[in-house]
């Protein structure tokens, strides 16, 4: 059953009598993950503009300052309490889109070895950047804007993709 997962997520393929090798990813396949990804983000930050109640904004702007705290930590940024706090952001906006299909979607197209690598290579620039996104999405929420909320958050995972697959090159 877990093989069948990862093949469904095309982490590994499985070969009639042979069994199940680590699948390779292309550079297209990558990019075609991060467009996805930055579509259906967009539009999970539309719906919760709409969907969104004040305990949401709180735990928004919690996750924004833990993220500061962890971007100026010291001697360096703390990685792992920026990862743990960037996925706590997006899952409290997909929680406030309240859609079971969205949320089962985008769960197969966010691969978490792309996002913390992508993230490992931030610089202390670029992670502020993300994060300042982040402070713009929850501003547009705030404000019920959903189409400014979606438009952020597309730049915010196009963003992400830039800097992967500029460290890629």
């Given at each position: 059953e877990a093989l069948r997962r990862l093949a469904a997520e095309y982490f590994v393929v499985i070969r009639p009598n042979q069994g199940a090798v680590v699948a390779v990813w292309k550079r297209q396949d990558i990019e075609d993950l991060f467009h996805m990804?930055?579509?259906?983000?967009?539009?999970?930050?539309?719906?919760?503009?709409s969907r969104r109640n004040d305990d949401c904004l709180i735990q928004l702007e919690q996750c924004v300052e833990r993220i500061d705290k962890a971007v100026n930590a010291m001697p360096e940024p703390d990685i792992a309490a920026f990862l743990a706090e960037n996925t706590a952001f997006h899952r409290t906006i997909l929680d406030a889109a309240d859609s079971p299909r969205l949320s089962a979607t985008l769960a197969s197209l966010i691969a978490p070895a792309i996002v913390a690598r992508t993230a490992e290579h931030y610089s202390q620039a670029d992670l502020r950047r993300s994060n300042e996104h982040h402070r713009e999405v929850v501003e547009a929420l705030r404000n019920r804007d959903a189409q400014l909320a979606d438009s952020i958050m597309q730049v915010h995972i196009r963003a992400a993709a830039n800097s992967y697959f500029s460290k890629q090159d």
């Open positions: 990804r930055a579509l259906l983000e967009g539009m999970a930050a539309a719906r919760a503009a």
